[in-house]
């Protein structure tokens, strides 16, 4: 009986792009840890996904419009995490559910969280082409949170003498600090009870 060939499936033009999109996108997070943003070139990372130089090149067009493809799809990864566990919730509850799902996200996948920061702090020049993408980042996430606290507070669940802007600025520095020092020094930093923490601290927002 003549032996059976397994059929070889084809994948799609769209399904070939995704693939060497996802690719090169993995290739930039390990390269960008081992040797930071300025060592990392197009043409490494095209090698180490298995492309060429030019590939990258024509995908993303320069070095900076790779990173900022990179910035999006760690935030995008970080929101698959995310919108489930918020969806319906207000106030108090809303933010305590990020910060569980910040943790998970971190410790699932640390190696985006640490590229993530790195490319943050490059856009910290203001000429830096990655400026917008972090600033449009911060943003988003900082005016989600004040719209949680607002609802609470019109609900009667958050206390009514808390500024929504504000302590959504506030929530947010305390997330990244504690984020930064756990990247910065894992050895000494407890990264779950840092964020067990600040559950405690946000919890005290609740009226009555």
């Not at 032996?3 to 390990?30: G, H, I």
């Not at 566990?85 to 799902?101: N, T």
């Not at 609470?152 to 520095?173: K, R, W």
């Amino acid at each position: 009986m003549p032996e059976r060939r397994e059929r070889k499936v084809r994948r799609s033009q769209a399904e070939r792009t995704a693939l060497s999109d996802k690719r090169m996108l993995e290739a930039s997070l390990v390269l960008i840890t081992r040797r930071g943003c300025e060592k990392t070139t197009l043409q490494a990372i095209g090698q180490a996904a298995g492309y060429s130089r030019g590939l990258v090149s024509h995908r993303f067009g320069s070095k900076a419009g790779l990173f900022r493809a990179v910035m999006r799809w760690i935030a995008e990864c970080w929101r698959r995490e995310l919108d489930p566990s918020v969806a319906g919730l207000e106030g108090v509850e809303a933010l305590c559910a990020l910060i569980d799902a910040h943790g998970r996200f971190a410790r699932q996948g640390p190696e985006m969280v640490r590229v993530l920061f790195i490319l943050w702090f490059e856009s910290l020049n203001p000429q830096s082409e990655l400026r917008p993408v972090m600033l449009e980042q911060q943003r988003r996430v900082r005016d989600e949170v004040a719209v949680w606290i607002q609802a609470g507070i019109d609900s009667g669940t958050v206390c009514p003498e808390v500024q929504a802007p504000l302590q959504a600025a506030q929530f947010c520095a305390t997330l990244y600090g504690i984020t930064y020092q756990w990247l910065a020094d894992p050895d000494h930093v407890d990264l779950s009870a840092m964020l067990a923490e600040l559950k405690s601290a946000t919890r005290r927002l609740q009226a009555g």
